[in-house]
């Protein structure tokens, strides 16, 4: 908190594409620093995000921009297909610990592996 003594408070600001910055969200100064926020954003579509640290005199700073594309809508994509036994999966965007099941032959075994 002795870092944050003189913020009034936080606003977090997003750009769709290559539109003008908005306010989407306000935060006061917490005590143990942490902040969060959750956005269901669509694929395909570039984000441009900024945070606004608003000083108690009245002053204004801003973080760089940071962007953010889902490739698409689908949790996960595995390529190429076919394959010679080497695949790569691709988790577009996800951000949670994935589970594979990867069936083994006969069909009817599967691997389990946590990452």
């Given amino acids: 908190?002795?870092?944050q003594?003189?913020?009034d408070h936080y606003e977090l600001q997003r750009a769709v594409?290559?539109?003008?910055?908005?306010r989407i969200s306000s935060f006061q100064v917490a005590d143990d620093s942490l902040y969060s926020f959750?956005?269901?954003?669509?694929?395909?579509?570039?984000y441009q995000?900024?945070?606004v640290i608003i000083a108690k005199a009245g002053g204004i700073c801003?973080?760089?921009a940071r962007g953010i594309k889902l490739i698409d809508s689908k949790p996960f994509t595995i390529y190429p297909n076919p394959s010679n036994g080497k695949i790569?999966?691709?988790?577009?965007g996800y951000v949670r610990m994935p589970i594979l099941k990867?069936?083994?032959l006969p069909a009817n075994l599967f691997s389990t592996k946590k990452y």
């Fill in 49 to 51: 995000y900024r945070l």
């Fill in 17 to 22: 594409g290559n539109a003008n910055f908005k």
């Fill in 102 to 104: 990867l069936p083994i």
């Fill in 5 to 7: 003594q003189n913020i």
């Fill in 62 to 64: 801003y973080s760089d």
């Fill in 1 to 3: 908190m002795a870092r």
């Fill in 38 to 46: 959750l956005e269901d954003i669509q694929p395909g579509i570039t």
């Fill in 88 to 92: 790569w999966v691709s988790l577009n």
